[in-house]
């Protein structure tokens, strides 16, 4: 059973618009969420984290959202560049564990 | 520079030729993981390890197996076991502390013929 879901499999964005991913969660015990980019045959690098203790995180250009009651989070790019075209795959976890659970991905085009 | 290996990149193997993968980590940390990815669907946990010769197995644990007799290093065996082993295979390592992030190695696409 899948307990971490993207449920859009790929996602156009025009280049300096904003690229939002979504991903929802169904187990209520994770704590602790990531996303992950990753290009084709190579592994993939971390981009941003958030604990559940907050609701928002932001790194440059990347702002991460968590929404708890909803079980959902989803990763802000502003603006978007050609370079972040990629598969984006976000991952939870509970915090005392140390099992990630990874969605399915969402393929991002950046269009110039 | 710290980081983790997988080697080779690619690697080819006749069908019921057991085939082993490395992964060597020298960030020093303490858990290590084998993933595998299929086209179309995310990263499935084969087998973690969360200190020297202890590894556990992960969701799709059959037809694989792993030693930890290094911190530094966790070969991932594909037996012929495995019903379908095409695939790529990811490693990855975590310091122990909590809110630790995992990092990858570069992968190997393991074809077999």
């Known amino acids: 059973d899948q307990q971490v879901k993207q449920n859009s499999p790929s996602l156009s964005v025009q280049e300096g618009r904003i690229s939002i991913l979504n991903c929802d969660y169904t187990?209520?015990?994770?704590?602790?969420f990531l996303w992950y980019k990753k290009y084709p045959a190579e592994g993939p690098t971390f981009l941003i984290s958030?604990?559940?203790?907050?609701d928002k995180n932001e790194d440059g250009r990347f702002t991460v959202f968590l929404n708890k009651s909803a079980k959902h989070l989803s990763l802000h790019i502003v603006p978007s560049q050609p370079g972040d075209s990629a598969v984006y795959f976000c991952?939870?976890?509970?915090?005392?564990?140390?099992?990630?659970?990874f969605g399915t991905g969402t393929s991002l085009t950046v269009i110039p | 520079d710290g980081g983790i290996t997988q080697s080779p990149k690619y690697l080819f193997r006749k069908e019921g030729q057991n085939v082993t993968l490395s992964c060597e980590q020298n960030?020093?940390?303490?858990?290590m993981y084998w993933y595998r990815q299929d086209p179309g669907q995310g990263l499935r946990l084969i087998y973690y390890?969360?200190?020297?010769?202890?590894?556990q197995k992960g969701d799709i644990a059959e037809g694989y197996s792993v030693s930890r007799e290094k911190k530094e290093s966790f070969p991932l065996t594909v037996t012929s076991a495995q019903k379908n082993p095409t695939a790529f295979y990811l490693c990855?390592?975590?310091?122990?502390?909590?809110?630790?992030?995992?990092?990858f190695g570069p992968g190997t696409r393991l074809t077999v013929l």
């Open positions: 990855a390592s975590r310091a122990g502390s909590l809110l630790g992030t995992q990092y």
């Open positions: 187990n209520s015990m994770f704590d602790y």
């Open positions: 958030i604990s559940s203790i907050k």
């Open positions: 991952a939870a976890s509970v915090n005392t564990g140390n099992q990630f659970y």
């Open positions: 960030l020093n940390h303490d858990a």
């Open positions: 390890s969360q200190i020297v010769n202890d590894f």
